[in-house]
């Protein structure tokens, strides 16, 4: 019998993600879902009861493809995720804003820190699942839909690449004050996923931390469908 999500997110390697956030800004693990886990995900893309809103990204320009937004109440997996990677990505979200100078600080419980959204306005739910299809792509973004977020976000990838889609590698690009950006290509495996920066990090300069901006994108899909499930922390107005 397969654990459930909690305890699969509890028994990652923490130490090293924490070590890969702290240096590279970024953490890929493998898989946490099983592949008959991944094709439930898929399948259900088309349940209309399960989502609150549909958004055609080359309506927006946001790119080529198409994504849904769980509605409230999320469903158990999707919460479990949720609150599974939450508590630990607060311990790092804590420290860098510490380095960096900041009075904020995170709950270590997801309820506490979503009673800050509410407050603010924003009660609506954001955990999503991305499609892309052949030359679909995401332009460079940041996913803030209010004035309190989170500074992690979750993408966990639903099918095989190079079986089920090519192309569609997951980009991430820095920019540091006074130079040229930084880009990470990222292919995680089937069931497996990245934990990245939702807005900026702490990067060691000469003179203490400096704050390094960041955006990510999908490239853009050569064959095949690409399917994702985002695990966002803060709720939007």
């Not at 919460?79 to 804590?94: D, I």
């Not at 853009?220 to 399917?227: E, M």
Request: charged content about 25%; hydrophobic content about 35%.
């Amino acid at each position: 019998m397969f654990k459930g999500i909690t305890e699969r997110i509890v028994d990652m390697d923490w130490s090293a993600i924490q070590c890969s956030l702290d240096e590279q800004g970024f953490a890929v693990f493998p898989p946490i879902l099983e592949p008959e886990e991944c094709a439930d995900f898929i399948t259900s893309y088309d349940a209309e009861n399960l989502y609150r809103k549909t958004i055609d990204m080359k309506r927006y320009r946001f790119g080529i493809g198409e994504y849904k937004y769980f509605q409230s109440p999320l469903s158990e997996t999707v919460q479990q995720f949720r609150e599974g990677f939450y508590p630990q990505l607060a311990v790092t979200a804590n420290l860098w804003m510490e380095r960096l100078g900041k009075e904020t600080s995170y709950p270590t419980a997801l309820t506490d820190f979503l009673s800050k959204c509410h407050e603010a306005g924003q009660s609506r739910p954001t955990p999503l699942i991305l499609k892309y299809e052949a030359g679909g792509y995401n332009c460079l973004h940041q996913d803030l839909y209010g004035d309190v977020f989170f500074p992690f976000q979750v993408v966990l990838v639903l099918n095989q690449k190079d079986v089920d889609y090519e192309g569609g590698e997951f980009l991430l690009v820095e920019q540091r004050p006074r130079a040229q950006s930084r880009g990470h290509v990222i292919r995680p495996e089937r069931g497996g996923g990245l934990i990245f920066p939702t807005s900026f990090r702490p990067v060691q300069g000469t003179r203490g931390y400096y704050r390094a901006t960041l955006r990510h994108g999908v490239g853009t899909i050569s064959a095949g469908t690409r399917y994702s499930l985002g695990i966002i922390f803060h709720d939007a107005t």
